[in-house]
Each structure stands twice: as C-alpha cells, then as structure tokens.
C-alpha cells in the first residue's frame, strides 16, 4: 500500500515556471471518475507558448511533450509567433476556437452576472473543431503528452480544460478550483507586460478590458458547465454532438486515468 503522505510528496508541482509563460500548469492529480485520478505529466495547460525562449528548451522538452495545441487567432499566430521549433520538436495543430479577437463591449453589459460564462458557450459553438480535435487526439496515447494554450491560458484554455477534465469525471467543483487558479496567473502577466509589452499596455488604456473578463472567477465557470448540462444534458452528449463517440473517450480515459495512491 502506498503511504499517501509519500505519494503527496512525490506529486510535482502543477505549475511549471518559465521565464515569460505565466499560466503553464499540469492537469494531473485530480481526483477523476472510478475511483481514479488524472495521470502526471500527460495533460497540461498554458498561455503563450510563443514567448518560450530557446534557452528554456531543455526544460520543455524535459516534460516529454509530444502535442502543442494552439487555440489562438490566426492573426495571433501571425503577429505574436507560433511555438518556437528550437525548443522542441512536436507535433504542432493550430486549431483556432474563434478567428477574431471578440469586441468585449460589443457583446452587452459586460458587468452583468454571467455575461463572461455566455461567452464561453459562444466560443465553444465557435470552437466545435478544435475540441473535437484534441478530444481525439488524447484518445491516441502516441500523442500524449499534449498541451494546449490560447494567449492568456483562460478563456479559450479554460473551455477545453473543462471539458476535457468534466469528461475524465474530475467533480464540477475541482473544474472551477482549477479554473480559478489563473487569476494568480492574470496579475503576474500584467506585471510583466508592463515591462516588456508597452504597445499591448497602450492598446489596453485605449480600449480597456472590461475587469469581468480579465477575472478567473469562479462562478464564471460554474455557469458555464451548468448551461453545458442545460443544453446537452451530460457531457458525453456534447461529446457526441461534436462527432466524439464513446469508443474516443474510453481511449482518452485509458490514456490520461491512473488508480488513485491508497
């Protein structure tokens, strides 16, 4: 029997530090469906892997990843970098979850309680290809282990992450702690664009972003999985609706589930 205060120890740290990616954290260790948790070191989550450095490739490439999806914008891509090939050879799929940077403002009231949770539910219908896309690709464990990322790591990011986490059988309340762990992420991002990225500080004092959607609140993504469960009924058949059968998500299951320590 494993002592759990050992394998509390031998666990490694979810958020993995680089110089200029705030938000890069390791999806495992959640306690999942069957009495099972997410495996280590297979499934992470990030920002803008663009702004790796070459001198952080060892680091990466230390993770093993094999997959690097990019939810961003083409015009994202285009103007910002997409992952840098001198710091690991992977398997690169841009697969973006909108084409345009949405206008916050345009959209409402953005003050109003679950303005940012409507969003997601746009940006998921938006997104349909993308998810479905990473849902099979984690049904092939050749491509694991497997990150994905949008700018920020939140918004875009935090669709799929729950999705992904909801279909392993992580509870709704673990998806939303997990959800809520970017804000951290947010500030030290804004600290650090102060200093490095003085045109995004000036675009952003021209056009403030609104504070609903720079936050990584938590009843944000508590509204969003429970209208998932209003207009699909179960996350598997939200699954299905995007053309991922159950044979893909027992794969997936297989692939990133491991027996919970006794």
């Known amino acids: 029997m494993v002592d759990p205060v050992e394998a509390l120890a031998a666990e490694p740290e979810r958020t993995v530090s680089f110089e200029a990616v705030f938000n890069f954290r390791d999806l495992g260790g959640y306690p999942a469906s069957e009495g099972r948790t997410v495996r280590w ?13 070459a001198d952080e490739g060892r680091q990466f490439r230390s993770l093993g990843i094999a997959t690097v999806i990019d939810l961003r914008t083409p015009e994202e891509a285009e103007v910002s970098g997409r992952f840098p090939t001198e710091v690991a050879d992977v398997s690169y799929h841009h697969w973006p979850m909108f084409d345009v940077v949405p206008d916050w403002h345009s959209y409402g009231d953005v003050d109003s309680p679950g303005y940012l949770a409507d969003r997601y539910v746009e940006m998921l219908e938006s997104g349909r290809e993308a998810v479905a896309g990473t849902l099979h690709l984690l049904g092939d464990a050749t491509s694991t282990p497997l ?26 309340e673990v998806i939303v702690e997990d959800y809520a762990l970017s804000h951290e992420a947010m500030a030290r991002m804004g ?9 995004v500080v000036e675009r952003a004092r021209r056009a403030p972003y609104p504070a609903s959607v720079a936050e990584a609140n938590p009843d944000t993504m508590t509204r969003f999985l429970g209208h998932l469960r209003a ?11 995007l053309g991922v059968g159950n044979d893909v998500l027992e794969r997936m299951r297989g692939n990133l589930l491991v027996a919970a320590p006794r």
Do not use: Q, S, Y
């Open 41 to 53: 070191r297979r499934l992470f989550r990030a920002d803008g892997l663009n702004r790796l450095r």
């Open 231 to 241: 207009n699909h009924g179960t996350l598997e058949g939200l699954a299905g609706d």
């Open 147 to 172: 990150v994905f990322h949008c700018a920020a790591g939140k918004d875009r990011t935090g669709i799929l992450a729950a999705l992904v986490l909801g279909l392993l059988g992580v509870p709704d």
């Open 191 to 199: 600290a650090w664009a102060l200093d490095n990225m003085p045109e």
